[in-house]
């Protein structure tokens, strides 16, 4: 079966200081990534996909993500982190076309102001 | 409606008893998935739901847990007999079908916490 690992559970930073969470997946095939996000007291809602192309993707507020096929990584990324984006962070992979999406166990994301 | 509804917010039941967990979609999604947020765990995928076809099951974790919708809507999972380690945070997801189901975003809902004691 497939997992999803972050092995960041709880990330503390300050405001503007750079953001890297860790998200490292086990299926060998073709796959469809994402990073879903859940801020204090709202729905999960999807931050940024990647398909197919170019492996970094841009997605809203400033994140993006990298690709990196050979380590089954899909980083998330943002060069100055804001106290509004103090939120948990989960990475999600599907099988290439197959019905089930594995999330992984999310990061907590606190940002001081 | 607007978003992916379900209810109720929170039940806390003993254990032994049923439950009745509700979700309804984004009108016109015709994919619906329920997954578990155990404490400190990611997602579990549950079931699936496309349409009219035969859900996907395999992620149940037990014949005590059974799900349904109904006319390609609404969609209620029920827990038989609750155990404590039922006990999590269950989530509803929808998303528009089509070609490559996996590229689909999906729509998710607050979540029911269900507490066992």
């Known amino acids: 079966a497939q997992s999803v690992s972050q092995h960041n559970h709880h990330v503390i930073l300050s405001e503007a200081a750079s953001l890297e969470l860790g998200c490292n997946y086990s299926y060998g095939g073709t796959v469809n990534l994402f990073w879903y996000v859940q801020y204090p007291g709202q729905h999960l809602q999807l931050l940024l996909k990647y398909f197919s192309g170019d492996p970094l993707v841009k997605g809203i507020k400033g994140f993006e993500a990298e690709f990196i096929k050979s380590k089954f990584s899909f980083n998330l990324r943002k060069p100055s982190v804001q106290w509004s984006d103090t939120a948990e962070y989960f990475c999600?992979?599907?099988?290439?076309?197959?019905?089930?999406?594995?999330f992984g166990s999310g990061t907590k994301l606190n940002v001081k102001p | 409606g607007a978003g992916v509804s379900q209810s109720p917010s929170n039940k806390v039941t003993e254990k032994g008893k049923d439950v009745e967990l509700r979700c309804d979609p984004i009108?016109?999604?015709?994919?619906l998935y329920w997954y578990r947020q155990s404490l400190g765990q990611g997602l579990e995928f549950l079931i699936y739901?496309?349409?009219?076809?035969?859900?996907?099951k395999s992620g149940l974790p037990s014949d005590r847990f059974s799900a349904e919708r109904t006319g390609g809507s609404v969609s209620t999972l029920t827990i038989q007999r609750t155990q404590q380690e039922d006990s999590a945070v269950y989530l509803c997801?929808?998303?528009?079908?089509?070609?490559?189901?996996?590229?689909?975003?999906?729509?998710f809902g607050a979540g029911t916490r269900l507490s066992v004691l």
């Open positions: 999600a992979v599907n099988a290439y076309n197959f019905n089930k999406f594995y």
């Open positions: 009108s016109g999604h015709t994919a």
């Open positions: 739901f496309q349409g009219n076809s035969a859900p996907d």
């Open positions: 997801a929808s998303t528009v079908s089509g070609a490559g189901i996996g590229k689909n975003i999906q729509y």
